[in-house]
């Protein structure tokens, strides 16, 4: 059985990604940071079948250890500071997790074994200002966030590393995913969970910022495929994820409230604390070297999403 390596273990993809290696029959092996509280909520029900272990991004020396101890054959390398808004509070941190990060990772990679199929999590907000409409694999990046700039790096490095050693390392450029396992900070968990407090009676608004970005949403446990695929191709590259439609934040409200059968209009108030510094103002993907070259297809839609997540939440929070 072939072993896999993911780092991020315990997060909304990390968690998707260790479902579909079992299913696949792999040995998954996950990696987290040591933390005083328990963290694996999104991972307790298969918790039993994969081994956990202590690393960091920022340990080097923890990386090589794990790589020599375990062998991985692949490596999907899912951690990240990975809150656009906590960027700018935290840019350091976020650059040197989610970009010098991955040259750790990397580097342990080329020394400890070279053969290692290696994935990085790439991220359309390196796209950010966007230069051409929709967003494939060529367009120039103009990231409008510590957090986009991070990623830029990491991106590239993962680039560099391939062509100067010959390593197999892949770059996804995924687009929005979400997911009922989404963390409660972005803004469509945000929305979700917001609906579902105010249809059970325990809040009466949702105060949220620009209603007029627009984004390319699809599910996470989807992309999580995308992700495998890219590491089974005969040459590793890069591949945009998405689903090539966009919708504005207000039209997820609308959709979202209309769910609990209710008006967004009512409840939501948009709080100029919310405003990203540098706005991202409209994200939408080319996916098609992806679905022709990967044979990559998403099989829930955006309506089918949001009406998961809604009713997720009504589901967690009812008495």
């Known amino acids: 059985m072939p072993t896999a390596l993911i780092t991020g273990i315990t997060g909304q993809d990390g968690s998707y990604l260790a479902e579909l290696l079992l299913a696949k029959g792999y040995t998954v092996i996950g990696m987290a940071r040591r933390s005083s509280t328990d963290t694996f909520e999104r991972i307790a029900h298969i918790r039993d079948r994969i081994t956990l272990l202590q690393g960091d991004l920022h340990d080097q020396g923890s990386l090589e250890v794990i790589l020599a101890e375990h062998k991985p054959d692949e490596v999907y390398n899912l951690a990240a500071q990975s809150f656009v808004p906590a960027s700018w509070s935290q840019p350091i941190l976020t650059g040197e997790v989610t970009g010098l990060g991955v040259t750790r990772l ?9 053969k290692i199929r290696f994935y990085q999590a790439s991220s359309s907000e390196m796209f950010g200002k966007v230069q051409e409409v929709p967003q ?72 949220l ?41 207000r039209e997820f409200c609308e959709l979202a409230f209309g769910r609990a059968g209710l008006d967004f209009r009512e409840y939501v108030v948009q709080d100029p604390r919310f405003y990203r ?41 009812k008495p």
């Open 209 to 249: 910022g620009n209603l007029e970005s627009q984004r390319d949403w699809g599910f996470a446990g989807d992309y999580v495929e995308a992700m495998w695929l890219m590491l089974q191709q005969d040459k590793p590259d890069n591949f945009v994820v998405g689903t090539g439609e966009t919708h504005a934040v």
């Open 136 to 207: 494939r694999e060529s367009t120039p990046f103009y990231p409008r966030s510590p957090y986009g700039v991070a990623k830029v790096y990491g991106h590239w490095i993962t680039v560099n590393y391939r062509e100067s050693y010959n390593l197999f390392a892949a770059s996804g450029i995924l687009f929005n995913h979400e997911s009922p396992r989404r963390g409660l900070e972005f803004v469509s968990r945000k929305i979700t969970d917001g609906v579902a407090r105010i249809k059970l009676g325990l809040a009466k608004e949702l105060r």
């Open 277 to 317: 510094p540098a706005e991202v103002d409209l994200l939408i993907s080319d996916p098609s070297r992806a679905r022709k070259e990967l044979g990559w297809n998403p099989k829930v839609d955006y309506k089918q999403l949001v009406e998961m997540m809604v009713d997720a939440d009504l589901k967690r929070l």
């Open 106 to 114: 990397l580097e342990a990679i080329r020394r400890v074994d070279p």
